[in-house]
């Protein structure tokens, strides 16, 4: 399984978003009002969204490439936010944009974790 590149920049702390999946619980309303709960699944993945800030023109390049190589293959993710390692999958194409000068990038990932195991 393929590692994501180490990139000179890191994820902008501002707008970095974790959040579980909306499909692991069901939540119905009984005929008393009150909420029936589903738990429909044992496993919870976490999807994030980030910001990359201020990537060179060869780091993005190695984002392109890495992500045409593993767009359709779990990869090994670390989120320097808790130092774990994730297996996870791109849920979107990398957005990239230039910053206010010419050759920096800004560039926008979202991940989704794809095995309980880390």
Not at 12 to 25: I, K, T
Not at 87 to 104: G, H, N, T, W, Y
Request: charged share 20%.
């Amino acid at each position: 399984m393929a590692d994501f590149p180490t990139l000179s920049s890191s994820p902008n702390v501002e707008g970095f978003v974790e959040e579980l999946s909306d499909e692991a619980v069901q939540i119905a309303s009984m005929a008393s009002g009150h909420p029936l709960v589903n738990k429909l699944f044992t496993f919870d993945p976490k999807t994030w969204k980030f910001t990359l800030d201020c990537v060179s023109q060869i780091d993005k390049s190695a984002v392109i490439a890495f992500y045409e190589a593993n767009k359709d293959v779990p990869f090994n993710w670390l989120n320097g936010q808790d130092s774990v390692t994730y297996e996870v999958i791109f849920m979107s194409k990398p957005a990239c944009q230039l910053e206010d000068c010419r050759d920096l990038w800004r560039i926008n990932l979202t991940l989704r974790q794809n095995s309980p195991v880390v």
